[in-house]
């Protein structure tokens, strides 16, 4: 018997569970129920005479607030995460301790324990309210845990560009201050593009999180406004909201996904 016949035969029971499973799944769901709980008319409406339903809040408000929680806990934590990847990589034992424990310490914590922790057990243990609100708690937490990751990255990024680089700028008598942010941190950049553009996407799901913090109306993100429209609003009772935003978090994942997919191809042919 062919190899190639061998492999249809194992095959075949493998399609065959999977087209029971998908038999299985449609004869026993009621899709009319599923249909009015996921994709409730009163929250997608009919664009094509002119009602939109719920999507002018979720993406005025929500989709708007979260693009804006994601860039800013990416930027601060891109910040904090060089500071700390210089540190570990210092000559001073002491910083490499301290970048060492902050960077470990951070990246063995849920998220959503550093956020509860910030928004209220720091203001009730040093009797002391946030200036920006717990929103901003939240935000702070974000970018300590995401600059923990985001250290390592750019660490075995710096560690990755060859030492004749450094030595070569070096030789032409460039300070080490200046070799690094003209010549090394560059090209570490460079290379981990790919995986701190996953870190935005991983950010950008977490900003989920920032609704146990608590917010204003005009400060919630997109899990918060669609956790809302369950219980209030014309999609009341139903999961419309949540799809509706699952729909609006994949819009912005998948070509970012995309990207970094493309970005390492790019890279594995360049080198």
Known sequence: MKQSTKRRLVHLPLYAVLVALAALVYFSADWAEVGKNFFSPAGF???????????????????????????????????????????????????????????????????????????????????????GGTVQAGLVALILVGGSYMAETLRAGIQAVPKGQAEAARSLGMSQGRTMITVVLPQAFRIVIPPLTNEFVLLLKDTSLLYVAGMMIDQRELATIANAMMVNGPTAGTSTGLMQAAILYLVITIPLTQLVAWLERRQQRTR
């Open 45 to 131: 409406g009919r664009p094509w005479e002119g009602d939109w339903g719920t999507w002018p809040d979720l993406v005025s408000t929500g989709l708007v607030n979260t693009i804006k929680y994601t860039a800013i806990a990416f930027a601060g934590g891109l910040a904090l995460a060089v500071v700390m990847a210089l540190m570990r990589l210092s000559s001073l034992r002491p910083y490499r301790w301290l970048a060492t424990c902050f960077v470990e310490f951070f990246r063995s914590l849920p998220v959503i324990v550093v956020i509860l922790t910030l928004a209220f057990g720091v203001p009730i243990a040093f009797q002391w309210s946030w200036p």
